[in-house]
């Protein structure tokens, strides 16, 4: 996405705009990133290795298709990875910049601070889209929360009668030397899901928290299966200076996940667990 010439990606960008369909809460994860989860990031929220083709389930009957997970370019993705890299200096701008008159004005400023063209492009798509006033209303009303920022913005379905229950998650292999373990999870909803995330926290022997959470865009009823592989070895490029390193000693590893409308832990309307989970893995 990164590649993309400017005028090319913004009319694609315009073409999803037009298109795009309109249609108890733990404590607020903070997001860990670095090399723990597989693969590395190319761009925020995408750190899932979910399955692109369709897979037959069978459960002592006829077989049961698992219909695709739509994780591919979309306009909602977009607006939430232009949240993640923006938002605060969004808000940030407004509120010690001043009065800014005009949307080229304020997406420009936000651009140069993060240091991104792309960025420049989505800011005055969405801002040009609901005019200067609501998208400054929003930033302030949007409270740091990149899921209901979007769904604001209408560039996220809403679905408040989506549900999810986990049907299985586990950890492969369940012990082993450090390296490479996968985590499968399986998921079924009735009813469809909002527009999402999907977290995943390892609790570590040395308690250093290792954990992140993954947009999942609103899909239709169905089952659900993902993979994502944990990358269970030290990291030669983190600096303790700057922060503790995991070093994945030997013990038991505790997994726990939940899927969420809107954005786990967010107290915003829209905002739900749907189920959550727990598995363990052991480092010999």
Same mark, same amino acid.
């Given at each position: 996405?990164?590649?993309? +010439?400017?005028?090319?990606?913004?009319?694609?960008?315009?073409?999803?705009?037009?298109?795009?369909?309109?249609?108890?809460?733990?404590?607020?994860?903070? %997001?860990?990133?670095?090399?723990?989860?597989?693969?590395?990031?190319?761009?925020? %929220?995408?750190?899932?290795?979910?399955?692109?083709?369709?897979?037959?389930?069978?459960?002592?009957?006829?077989?049961?298709?698992?219909?695709?997970?739509?994780?591919?370019?979309?306009?909602?993705?977009?607006?939430?990875?232009?949240?993640?890299?923006?938002?605060?200096?969004?808000?940030?701008?407004?509120?010690?910049? =001043?009065?800014?008159?005009?949307?080229?004005?304020?997406?420009?400023?936000? $651009?140069?601070? #993060?240091?991104?063209?792309? #960025?420049?492009?989505?800011?005055?798509?969405?801002?040009?889209?609901?005019?200067?006033?609501?998208?400054?209303?929003?930033?302030?009303?949007?409270?740091?929360?990149?899921?209901?920022?979007?769904?604001?913005?209408?560039?996220?379905?809403?679905?408040?009668?989506?549900? +999810? %229950?986990?049907?299985?998650?586990?950890?492969?292999?369940?012990?082993?030397?450090?390296?490479?373990?996968?985590?499968?999870?399986?998921?079924?909803?009735?009813?469809?899901?909002?527009?999402?995330?999907?977290?995943? =926290?390892?609790?570590?022997?040395? %308690?250093?928290?290792?954990?992140?959470?993954?947009?999942?865009? $609103?899909?239709?009823?169905?089952?659900?299966?993902?993979?994502?592989?944990?990358? $269970?070895?030290?990291?030669?490029?983190?600096?303790?200076?700057? =922060?503790?390193?995991?070093?994945?000693?030997?013990? #038991?590893?505790?997994?726990?996940? $939940?899927?969420?409308?809107?954005?786990? =832990?967010?107290?915003?309307?829209?905002?739900?667990?749907?189920?959550?989970?727990?598995?363990?893995?052991?480092?010999?």
């Amino acid at each position: 996405m990164i590649g993309f +010439a400017k005028i090319t990606f913004g009319c694609l960008l315009i073409v999803q705009l037009i298109s795009a369909e309109k249609h108890h809460v733990p404590n607020p994860f903070s %997001r860990v990133s670095g090399k723990s989860f597989l693969p590395d990031k190319s761009m925020n %929220r995408e750190l899932l290795d979910i399955k692109s083709d369709v897979y037959p389930l069978t459960f002592g009957g006829p077989k049961n298709m698992i219909p695709k997970m739509r994780y591919g370019l979309s306009f909602c993705k977009t607006c939430i990875n232009f949240a993640d890299q923006a938002l605060d200096t969004l808000l940030n701008a407004i509120l010690n910049v =001043g009065v800014i008159g005009e949307c080229s004005q304020l997406c420009n400023y936000v $651009a140069q601070k #993060v240091g991104s063209e792309i #960025v420049d492009v989505v800011c005055n798509l969405l801002c040009d889209f609901v005019g200067i006033k609501e998208f400054i209303t929003i930033i302030e009303k949007a409270d740091l929360d990149p899921i209901w920022y979007c769904e604001l913005l209408k560039a996220c379905p809403i679905n408040d009668y989506g549900d +999810a %229950r986990i049907t299985e998650f586990e950890v492969v292999p369940s012990k082993g030397p450090q390296g490479t373990f996968t985590i499968n999870l399986t998921y079924e909803s009735n009813n469809g899901t909002g527009t999402g995330e999907l977290y995943i =926290g390892v609790k570590t022997v040395d %308690r250093i928290p290792v954990e992140d959470s993954f947009l999942l865009e $609103a899909s239709k009823p169905g089952i659900y299966q993902t993979q994502i592989r944990l990358n $269970a070895v030290p990291d030669q490029e983190c600096d303790p200076s700057q =922060g503790p390193c995991e070093q994945w000693q030997p013990g #038991v590893y505790f997994v726990e996940t $939940a899927i969420c409308n809107g954005e786990c =832990g967010s107290l915003h309307p829209h905002s739900e667990i749907y189920d959550q989970a727990q598995a363990n893995f052991t480092i010999v």
